[in-house]
């Protein structure tokens, strides 16, 4: 940190002067950049802010309008404190207009009742200035040294977070976009202490731009995002009060950084598998997000052993039922363990397919059938196949089957994506909301409902966005006041917009359960008469039960 205009008027060589401050005292916290020493009354045009003037007063204005011109144009410019010795043109006060001025600029204006060598000053404060810029260097160096280490190292989000928890001795709480914490490190301080009513205190934090301080709560926040996909917030937590003279936090660039090393990490595959299972994932990646084009997809598929083109694709994707949480490691080798598994039983049904991990917990298969295989028959035998693999890696006839999901036919590569992100939507839901006792072998898209639906994508910021979207409001207006308005719309909602029976559900009489649905209509700006509306607002609290699971 810079030094202050206090921490100067501390020094042995500016004590020997005599200093009095004269005007301006509550901005001595002023960050000085450097000193400058001047007689001229128009020096405000050679200066670029956060410079301590020192000056004799030997050349400025007598009258008024003159001395408040100056000091006015030393403020504007952002000067951090004006330093006049007494002997040559003040000797025991200095002018009233002058002292007045600056105490209406906020700017510290101090009397030297001893005189001083102006260059032993600037030397002393130089000095702290240069100190101060090297250990700004230093300490930036230091950051990015730590945070390039995490992302080439692949530093899991748990390890960035504690890293800036550590440096900047507070508290931070990385969030998603629905305000939920995803990781954090308390720093010491009791996790319940921190973690208490986090929705609610962080929705309550809105500052502006990608990163922010809010004075009101002391937190730093920064958005999380790569590739113009912003899926969450870094959260400094620090006592609540305003910056020193409103400058930038301290911690802005650490915060920065962390933000970015947490992003760049989401975008990198650290999982290890056989170089065919990689290269297959690769093709699989390419098709869901467009990175290949279709004939480059159909080239290499080609090239693998697996034609595409001509062939009827459809996508499968599987899920393992899920048990107790394994550590990094332990899941990164049962999700290569499980594709093996599913390539095994491609390669048992001699059905030709691309096989390989869609993402930490998922595998995906493209089947490409030929014109003499029957689709259902192949899928059967297929999930049969993987059945009895899986229970046999286990050594366990009961072990649980995975989900198999599948999604609709295509007929060229082109459409391929579609029956895969089909599948994947029916793997999550099918994996979430799963009916007991099911007979047959896999699941399709007539098993799932809007809430598996919705589940599927709680993590999606797009769905995140429109929950805030269409619901941000009043849940903004129920944690500040501590009302149940939320409950309210979706008692009326879930009893078919009956006003009636929801008045009796809710337990209220009607005159007051109608209050608080027009409390409701000009919180959102909506008319509750209106079914598309009623329809969004429904979506939108199960998309919020979804995200908040």
Request: proline share 5%.
């Amino acid at each position: 940190m810079l030094p202050t205009v206090a921490r100067i008027l501390d020094l042995e060589v500016m004590r020997r002067g005599l200093p009095q401050v004269v005007a301006g005292a509550a901005h001595l916290e002023r960050p000085v950049r450097w000193v400058h020493v001047s007689e001229l009354p128009d020096v405000a045009g050679v200066l670029q802010g956060g410079e301590l003037v020192l000056s004799t007063g030997i050349a400025l204005p007598e009258d008024r309008e003159g001395l408040a011109r100056y000091v006015r144009e030393l403020a504007d410019v952002g000067v951090a404190g004006l330093v006049i010795e007494f002997g040559r043109r003040y000797f025991d006060t200095l002018p009233r207009a002058l002292v007045h001025a600056a105490e209406q600029r906020g700017l510290p204006l101090i009397a030297l009742r001893r005189e001083l060598r102006f260059v032993a000053v600037t030397e002393a404060v130089h000095a702290l200035v240069v100190n101060a810029q090297l250990e700004q260097l230093r300490t930036s160096e230091a950051i990015h040294q730590v945070f390039n280490e995490l992302v080439v190292e692949g530093a899991e989000p748990v390890e960035v977070v504690r890293q800036v928890a550590r440096i900047a001795g507070a508290p931070v709480v990385l969030e998603n976009l629905a305000h939920q914490v995803l990781t954090h490190d308390p720093a010491g301080r009791p996790e319940s202490e921190l973690l208490e009513d986090w929705e609610r205190r962080s929705r309550g934090v809105r500052p502006s731009g990608r990163t922010g301080h809010d004075p009101r709560s002391g937190w730093l926040v920064t958005t999380v995002g790569a590739r113009g996909q912003d899926w969450g917030r870094l959260v400094l937590v620090q006592e609540p009060g305003p910056l020193p003279d409103d400058g930038p936090h301290p911690n802005t660039m650490l915060l920065e950084r962390g933000a970015s090393a947490l992003a760049l990490n989401r975008l990198v595959v650290r999982d290890r598998e056989s170089l065919e299972r990689q290269t297959h994932r690769t093709l699989l990646s390419g098709i869901l997000t467009h990175a290949l084009t279709v004939s480059e997809v159909a080239l290499r598929a080609q090239a693998l052993g697996v034609p595409l083109e001509g062939r009827r694709l459809v996508g499968v994707v599987l899920r393992q039922r899920r048990g107790p949480i394994p550590a990094a490691l332990e899941a990164q080798a049962r999700l290569r363990d499980f594709t093996e598994l599913a390539a095994s039983a491609v390669r048992a049904c001699r059905l030709s397919a691309l096989v390989g991990a869609l993402d930490d917990e998922g595998v995906g298969v493209l089947i490409a059938l030929g014109p003499q295989q029957d689709e259902h028959a192949s899928l059967d035998a297929f999930a049969a196949a993987l059945r009895r693999l899986t229970a046999e890696a286990a050594r366990d006839a009961a072990a649980p089957s995975p989900v198999v999901a599948v999604g609709s036919s295509v007929g060229s590569v082109r459409d391929a994506r579609r029956t895969l992100l089909e599948a994947t939507q029916v793997a999550d839901a099918a994996l979430h909301d799963a009916p007991g006792g099911r007979a047959a072998s896999y699941y399709r898209l007539p098993d799932v409902r809007l809430r598996g639906l919705l589940h599927l994508l709680r993590d999606d910021a797009r769905l995140q966005t429109y929950v805030e979207r269409e619901l941000g409001p009043l849940l903004a207006h129920d944690a500040e006041h501590d009302a149940q308005l939320v409950r309210m719309l979706r008692i009326y909602l879930e009893q078919g917009r009956n006003k009636s029976a929801a008045a009796d559900a809710a337990h209220l009489s009607r005159p007051s359960f109608y209050d608080r649905l027009h409390k409701v209509e000009r919180i959102l700006g909506v008319d509750l008469d209106q079914v598309e509306s009623c329809l969004s607002l429904h979506v939108a609290l199960l998309a919020l039960d979804a995200v908040r699971r």
